[in-house]
């Protein structure tokens, strides 16, 4: 792995508070830029875009020229791994993504035992450009979904309101409901370790479906599987630095933080500060958590928000970033905005 001793988001995720806190978007390379939508454009499909080396590394380059981010994040999605073990996925227009469901154990049968990584050279070939690309002071950020987060797309095809389906099968089918969990955990184990291979300073396990989960089922389906692929990336990279967004866990995050192992959590924009600074960032670095809505809105409440969340944990050790990903519509010169406030 690539030295990190000058990069101010690996120093806070190594254990050292920095006085200004360093910055990252979740989604930064996404349609609220007229650049990328311009490449967008030129590469046809969502999927088509994410394995074109050369189109997904000018993406992810495109924020860090256009703000000076000290991060930036791999462009890529999480269902990559559905399809490295050689299930359908396709992105329809205004629809998200669509799979063919794993919905009974008999279809469960049918999945592969593991990924074919050649599917995902691109992905590791555009780590590559970026990290050649990137001045040495911005960090690299590669990715994964979490188990449970993939896995509710695999059984039901598609993203739901509230997962449901998947929730229903974990119920119903736990073995066959398992045997999705344990092959993503291991696919996910590799795909970690081939993106630091290829460039990546640190890893997000993005588990967004975390949330819709009952305290005992958070446990089995959200922090185990987390806490194995953490487990298996160190035994390979022991000082990996890696941050986990079991997004929506609230006071479950004290539990997942202790079980997981991880150098840090992403935060969305419902945590409570208090808890948060007392229980979760003394012992671990925080990342969050603006309400992407009040980057949309802008002028005195996102100058507010913004105060509010650097009161709330820069004192500690701390990575400013939003609750979830940026929304299309939001205007850049809200971005700017926020970034003057953080760093002014």
Not at 1 to 22: C, E, H, N, W, Y
Not at 253 to 272: H, K
Not at 287 to 313: E, H, Y
Request: with cysteine.
């Amino acid at each position: 792995m690539p030295q990190s001793a000058t990069k101010p988001f690996i120093d806070v995720l190594s254990g050292q508070r920095q006085s200004i806190p360093p910055m990252w978007m979740m989604r930064q390379a996404g349609r609220y830029l007229p650049e990328y939508r311009e490449v967008r454009a030129k590469a046809g499909g969502f999927l088509d875009l994410c394995f074109n080396p050369e189109l997904a590394a000018e993406v992810t380059l495109q924020p860090i020229r256009r703000f000076g981010f000290d991060a930036a994040i791999i462009f890529s999605d999480i269902l990559v791994i559905p399809h490295a073990l050689g299930r359908s996925v396709r992105f329809e227009v205004g629809e998200g993504p669509r799979l063919d469901p794993l919905d009974d154990p008999a279809k469960v049968a049918t999945l592969a035992a593991r990924a074919d990584f050649v599917k995902l050279k691109p992905v590791f070939e555009a780590l590559k450009l970026v990290r050649a690309a990137l001045d040495p002071k911005t960090a690299l950020i590669g990715f994964c979904g979490a188990p449970w987060t993939v896995a509710t797309y695999m059984v039901a095809g598609q993203g739901t309101p509230d997962q449901a389906p998947a929730r229903m099968m974990a119920y119903r089918h736990p073995e066959a409901f398992s045997k999705i969990v344990d092959v993503l955990v291991e696919s996910s184990i590799q795909y970690l370790l081939l993106q630091l291979e290829a460039g990546a300073n640190a890893l997000q396990i993005f588990d967004t479906w975390a949330g819709v989960l009952p305290p005992a089922e958070f446990a089995r389906w959200s922090v185990e599987p987390t806490r194995r692929i953490v487990e298996g990336v160190r035994a390979k990279v022991p000082d990996a630095k890696i941050i986990g967004f079991p997004r929506g866990a609230g006071a479950q995050l004290p539990a997942y933080v202790e079980a997981t192992g991880v150098n840090a959590v992403s935060i969305d924009w419902t945590a409570e500060p208090g808890f948060i600074r007392e229980r979760v960032q003394s012992k671990v670095a925080v990342q969050g958590n603006l309400d992407p809505l009040v980057l949309i809105t802008g002028g005195a409440a996102l100058d507010r928000a913004v105060d509010d969340v650097l009161a709330n944990f820069a004192q500690g050790r701390f990575i400013f970033n939003l609750g979830h990903g940026i929304q299309p519509e939001t205007p850049i010169v809200h971005v700017e905005q926020m970034i003057r406030r953080v760093r002014g």
